[in-house]
């Protein structure tokens, strides 16, 4: 059964950091490109931030030079460092996985006030 767990999302001021995780099991997490995804409610999910099994990261314009995305292979987890946070960051965070198939988390709530 493969399982996706997002968590770290909370509500922070403007201009605050934040550290999201997902846990990854039931798949063979080396092998994947894991990517963060977020959603407003009535817009379409977008995509925020990507890397590759091989390290190869991707960021939306939106987001490059404040988000960071990494992986630790060895604790299955992928982390999404977000710096100098803005009230349109506001979204449900969903964490991909995609290797042959592709695989959702059920999403974790940021929240940035002005």
């Known amino acids: 059964q493969v399982q996706l767990v997002e968590s770290g999302g909370k509500l922070v001021r403007a201009g605050g950091s934040l550290r999201l995780s997902c846990v990854a099991s039931g798949i063979i997490f080396s092998s994947n490109t894991m990517a963060w995804f977020r959603q407003v409610p009535g817009n379409e999910r977008e995509f925020v931030a990507g890397?590759?099994?091989?390290?190869?990261?991707d960021y939306a314009d939106s987001v490059k030079g404040r988000f960071i995305i990494e992986r630790d292979n060895a604790k299955n987890t992928v982390y999404l460092q977000m710096n100098s946070l803005k009230p349109e960051d506001t979204a449900l965070y969903y964490c991909r996985s995609h290797y042959y198939k592709i695989y959702w988390g059920q999403g974790t709530q940021v929240t940035v006030s002005s």
């Open positions: 890397i590759t099994s091989g390290g190869s990261t």
